[in-house]
């Protein structure tokens, strides 16, 4: 059993910057692939960013790469997720999640838990 509890989310102008993290519990943190994905109202979830469980591999959509960067800390059980040159477009509802099998990262399918969600707002 993992949970997640996302954090670092807010108000910020448009070329901004903002930094969010995602604490996790249980003992097996360092087994999952954790991924991050947002949604905006009458939107479906989206996906962001994923990392492999070590850290080795980074995924990116397209629409946030070269701007964001995640990251993730195995012995403090955290996962971030640096945003640079934030836009109106990246104003959503940011979630943590975490996968337990191997799979397609931008698949909402693949992730066991999830957390409940930071809003990011981005003003123009």
């Known amino acids: 059993q993992v949970q997640l509890v996302e954090s670092g989310g807010g108000l910020v102008q448009a070329g901004g910057s903002l930094r969010l993290s995602c604490a996790a519990s249980?003992?097996?943190?360092?087994?999952?692939?954790m991924g991050w994905f947002r949604r905006t109202p009458g939107k479906e979830r989206e996906f962001v960013s994923a990392i492999s469980s070590r850290g080795g591999s980074t995924y990116y959509a397209d629409s946030v790469k070269g701007r964001f960067t995640i990251s993730r800390d195995n012995a403090k059980k955290m996962v971030y997720l640096q945003m640079n040159s934030l836009k109106a477009d990246d104003t959503a509802v940011y979630y943590c999640?975490?996968?337990?099998?191997?799979?397609?990262?931008?698949?909402?399918?693949?992730?066991?838990?999830w957390g409940q969600g930071t809003q990011v707002t981005v003003s123009s």
């Open positions: 999640a975490a996968a337990s099998k191997n799979g397609p990262v931008a698949t909402i399918l693949l992730y066991d838990y």
């Open positions: 249980g003992r097996t943190f360092s087994s999952y692939s």
